[in-house]
């Protein structure tokens, strides 16, 4: 561990490498190292205050989970929330990501059951928090005179001593689901978010001409991508909305050079009108991961864009870089349905239903190890020991290597859908489809699309009162009025992008509903 830096770290070797370069920008204002430092070590400085001060007022105790209390970070991307992360990792506390995007009923699940004790969030994104008791700090409103602001002005330039930080705390805790639909925390510590930083710069080579384009969330992939490009000493350019036209200008007139995105972002940049490498003169890196891209799309972002296409695989428990695929590998048309190779610090097998390695060429279950596997699922024993075998994480991802360790996906064996490079969980879908009145069954599933990678797609079946509404309505009449009850529950993209209202579910000889029998009836047209 003594070669690699810690995530806090690349923030002091960005500065110590020119305290006076713009480090990060948003629409609103830049920043330059020197006031990145000022602003992180005074909110950093200030929550750790206000947390000590409620934790003897409440008499309460951390010392329970690596005794650092947990701060939940609720925003869209922009200055503010580059901030208020680097905070909360400076003052050593434990990062509690929460989508904006998500649905508020499972942010609500997620902070039932990481128990934040402060969380710090932006106006955009109060409406996706659930009614707490927790204090809830605002970031980033119009006015520009929030709470974490506030703090930052009355702590500035005080003395900040940086937390002693061991590489096995917990850096941080990342929800992803299962198929239940219940959230599961992932414990990341500094180690794995270390070696994470390591792989990328490995792979990317980031240097301090480059300007990382955060468009991703940050409470998702995107946050990963913050760290290599600090200790390389290069800037942060900061979009709170996806926006195709935003996007092209910080590639023509901004100097944007690196950027993650998932495919679904890269498709709306393809149909833009005049698209080609002009508008994109400093590009470097192009980096996609979270769902599969055709091999078609990949020849044509590459003539569009140029040589810049890259991708990486990893899961919230080995985040982001098991695999990866350089742009210089990517012009192999015969790789260009890979993921790539196994980065530095990971170690990938393919192994049988009894955890036997399989030879090259052979499909099984894709399993990782080393420094980037999380230790635990979060208050969860039974998960976590059912997470590995022998050493090894389970993915659940299903795949094979070639001859020469080219890592290929061919499916998962569990049921999760991954839609525009976001999770879904079938469960978390029925639950909210089965909350609407007149629907009796229902089974949510993934159907391969070209833009979403999967997007989602649920039949149900009416009540027999439902049946007479609907024997008088289109279906198109029903459809939107399911979708409009359970799109603010579940957001954009976890809402079907099609209901079909069938007479009844497949089952198997117990009684269970069969989810792929649905979906293959479905796709065949044998269910109307």
Known sequence: MNHLRLPLDHLYRGYELNPDAIAAQDPTESISYKELKLRVEALALGITIRL?????????????????????????????????????????????????????????IL?????????????????????????????????????????????????????????????????????????????????????????????????????NLAVAPLTHGGSHYLFPLLGAGGRQLLLPNPNPNDIIDAFKNQGASVSFMPPTLIYKLLDQPNINKASFPKLRHLTYSAAPMPPDKIAEV????GPCLSTVYGQTEAPMTITAMSSQDMQRSELRASVGKACKHSQVAILDSEGRSLLPNSTGEIAVRGSIVMPSYFQDEQKTRQAFLNGWL?????????DNEYLFLQGRSKELIISGGFNVYPAEVENALMAVAGISECAAFGVEDDYWGE??????????????????????????????????????????????????????????????????????????
Request: glycine share 6%; proline share 5%.
């Open 52 to 108: 000590n001060a409620a934790q003897i007022q409440s008499k309460k105790s951390h010392s329970k989970n690596n005794n650092k209390p947990r701060v939940g970070l609720c925003a869209q991307n922009h200055i503010d929330h580059f901030v208020a992360h680097l905070a909360i990792i400076t003052a050593g506390l434990i990062w509690i990501p929460i989508n904006p995007k998500n649905g508020i009923r499972l942010n609500k």
């Open 111 to 211: 902070i039932d059951k990481s128990q934040p004790s402060l969380i710090l969030s932006d106006q955009y994104s109060l409406s996706s928090i659930p009614n707490t008791d927790i204090e809830t700090l605002l970031l980033h409103d119009a006015n520009q005179k929030n709470d974490c602001r506030r703090l930052i002005e009355h702590y500035r330039g005080q003395d900040f001593p940086r937390a002693a930080i061991k590489p096995d705390d917990v850096f941080g805790i990342k929800f992803t689901g299962g198929t239940t639909g219940e959230p599961k925390g992932v414990i990341q510590t500094h180690r794995n978010l270390a070696a994470v930083i390591d792989n990328m710069q490995d792979v990317f080579t980031f240097t301090q001409n480059d300007c």
């Open 302 to 305: 590459i003539n569009k864009l």
């Open 394 to 402: 389970l993915t659940g991802d299903l795949g094979y290597l070639d």
């Open 455 to 528: 997007r989602v797609e649920a039949a149900v079946c009416l009540t027999q009162a439902e049946r007479l509404d609907h024997s008088r309505l289109t279906t198109a009449a029903i459809e939107k009025r399911i979708t409009d009850h359970i799109k603010p529950i579940l957001g954009d993209v976890k809402t079907p992008k099609r209901i079909h209202v069938v007479d009844q579910l497949p089952r198997n000889p117990v009684g269970k509903v069969v989810r792929r029998e649905v979906k293959s009836f479905i796709l065949n047209n044998k269910i109307k």
